[in-house]
């Protein structure tokens, strides 16, 4: 997946290039934010800050056993959610999401755009003259003892930081946000990034109704509508 760190400039793509044919018979199969990923240095803390500001107490998800972190969630309706993600104690945590361990207060880093078919999605951005990563599968070992699976990919060039990854979910995995506590609706997500026009281009591509403004740094606001109001996560 993408990484929008929050030191400026770094983002991480750590899956190889997938070459896709560009003239594959692409549908527009229905895109939508999946899911919004909001960094923390201790997931505790990270709770108990988010409960605070919003009303709404997040749900432990589980442990991501081949990165070193583990996560919290809460449902932001039907197919969204919110995801705290952070370093799990004592883990050898993957590099490239070390820098969590930095970040004393919630902060969005990354966000998703969920696909019923991942091929499908791969062949249709190869053909606008995007270049992918391979997709691979992950998961998630939850607290009762079952296991999320999925498969994502991402952008691999032009390089974007304000760029989302792409999930599919296992056809067997209950979607996050139908298991999670509820009460937040997503207001809007707001990018700020260098390359404005071309992520623009992108998210104008995939359907979605994002607005993205040119700045120097790559920076993502998350709004959202709460039992104690409208709340602001970022800058």
């Known amino acids: 997946m993408r990484i929008l760190s929050v030191i ?82 004592g883990a050898n945590v993957t590099e490239s999401l070390r820098f969590l361990a930095e970040l004393a207060e919630l902060t969005p880093v990354m966000w998703a755009v969920s696909t019923d078919d991942i091929t499908q999605t791969a062949a249709r951005l190869a053909s606008a003259g995007y270049e992918v990563t391979e997709p691979v599968p992950g998961s998630r070992r939850q607290k009762n003892g079952s296991t999320l699976h999925w498969t994502v990919f991402d952008l691999a060039a032009p390089d974007l930081a304000g760029a989302p990854f792409f999930i599919e979910w296992g056809e067997a995995s ?11 609706e997503l207001g809007s997500l707001e990018i700020k990034d260098p390359g404005a026009d071309q992520l623009q281009g992108l998210i104008q591509l995939l359907g979605l109704n994002i607005d993205v403004e040119q700045a120097l740094n790559s920076l993502l606001t998350i709004v959202l509508h709460c039992p104690h109001g409208e709340i602001r996560l970022g800058r």
């Open 8 to 89: 400026p400039g770094l983002v991480s793509v750590f899956m190889p290039a997938l070459s896709v044919s560009a003239d594959s018979q692409v549908q527009q199969e229905p895109l939508q934010i999946d899911h919004l990923v909001i960094g923390v240095a201790d997931l505790d803390a990270g709770v108990r800050e988010f409960e605070e500001l919003t009303g709404v107490r997040p749900a432990y998800g589980g442990e991501h056993p081949d990165r070193g972190t583990h996560n919290a969630l809460v449902s932001l309706g039907e197919r969204t959610y919110l995801e705290l993600l952070a370093p799990r104690p």
């Open 174 to 184: 209950v979607h996050p946000s139908e298991s999670s506590p509820g009460g937040c």
